[in-house]
């Protein structure tokens, strides 16, 4: 190779090398920005992986049937037809009457809530073991939805949207690092942040800005704080399970347990603020810490 | 490296990806999931053929691909698969790469490397966490080292595909 086309290579080299590390600075701290190619690749992308989720669910159900009746046809020998059938049934209901009853509650989370909400469903996860991110099928009104916006389960908060490309989104799950969500100690009315464990093997949270006069305690449970405007307040975010109590400085830190079971997540509402949304209490006493 | 021997492995990663997230979205656990993107990479660099522009180019895209699923900051994949890439290339005039020991092996140290540098250059996000993170990687790690060998013999094979037959060619 000749010292002139070595040189040539080497400048190319350092120019591509340049690109990702100008997205990278640019990117770093806010990374909702989605360019064309952007938006046309992930459009492309989430309605394979919603497929590949129905199909793989699918087969799993078909599986979990077959399997149920074998274990019929060697107990009862007799009564194998009948028994397959009516556990078939038995076990189609079940899962029927539990997602129904997590959509009863999601529904009625949702009635209670006085923002607008978009129902939507997981369709993937992310593939990198240091974020916490997940896409969602909006089941409507793709551009009434914004980054930031809240996303909440039955349970409790979820996250927020950090990009939305037609009728998907990705979620910044309230366990990923860039995360910070404003909160309140429900028992002690202690504000804090919560914001996601880097890298951790479980979805973990841990509450910062606590002050050190705010007696949290293990088991106290952690909900929104409704600044900010995009979560409404009183949402449930997670119980405290290790408080950090140091000898100095200002806060304290402790680690929060997220009421909403990341890993099991299903169905969610997004939260669409109001302009004209009245100040108050949004959930009825009674709904904290369910 | 011929365009469409870079189309073909930019969307086999695609297609991994693709698949990796769909999957992890059924499970009730956090599964450490394999560097897919790392070991096409990887793969490609240590074959060492064509010019390292055109490595790097690709490398670039399946970085950009790999951003996009992960939930990383755009830029994060495609800086560390890059440097992955050149380093692989500096290194396959010098690795032994012919037995899935070896394989596994050299994949566990670069998911390692790759880990702690895609750690290092977002540390700031951890603010005081990084040890929760760097927990991950070796975890991660084994999981890349374990499919390696099959990830490896799977893009052989698409190689083999993609290169004429030389007796046909002769035949012609």
Known sequence: MTLTRRARELVIVATLLAIPVLFLRANLAASDHLNVVDRAILRVSAPLQAGLTALVRGIGNTWTRYIALVHVKQDNARLVDENARLRAELVAARNAAAREGELEKLLALRASVQFDTISARVIAVETSAFFRVVRIRLDRGGDEVKPGMAVIASAGVVGRVQRVFGNWCDVLLAADPKSSIDVVVARTGGRGVVKGIAGSDRYRTRIEYLERKDEAADGDLVVTSGLGGFFPRDLPVGKIVKVDKRGFGLYQDAEVQPVVEFGKLRDVLVVVPREAQPAGPTLPPSEVGK | ?172
Do not use: C
């Not at chain 2, 021997?5 to 059924?26: D, F, P």
């Not at chain 2, 970085?63 to 996009?68: C, N, P």
């Not at chain 2, 991660?140 to 094979?157: C, D, G, K, N, S």
């Open chain 2, 1 to 172: 490296m011929s365009a469409q021997r870079a189309i073909v492995m930019i969307l086999a990663v695609y297609v991994a990806l693709v698949v990796t997230s769909s999957l992890q979205a059924l499970s009730p656990w956090r599964i450490p999931t394999p560097e897919v993107a790392l070991l096409v990479v990887l793969y490609l660099g240590l074959g060492g053929r064509g010019t390292a522009p055109g490595h790097l180019f690709v490398a670039l895209v399946i970085g950009y691909l790999a951003d996009l699923f992960a939930g990383s900051p755009k830029g994060l994949e495609s800086l560390t698969l890059a440097v992955a890439m050149l380093l692989a290339r500096a290194a396959s005039s010098r690795l032994d790469v012919a037995t899935p020991w070896h394989t596994m092996v050299i994949a566990l140290v670069a998911a390692i490397a790759h880990g702690l540098l895609q750690l290092a250059i977002s540390s700031s996000l951890y603010a005081g966490n990084a040890s929760a993170a760097l927990r991950l990687v070796p975890t991660t790690a084994v999981t890349t080292a374990l499919i390696a060998p099959l990830a490896f013999r799977w893009l052989h094979r698409l190689d083999r595909r993609l290169t004429p037959d030389p007796a046909r060619l002769r035949m012609s």
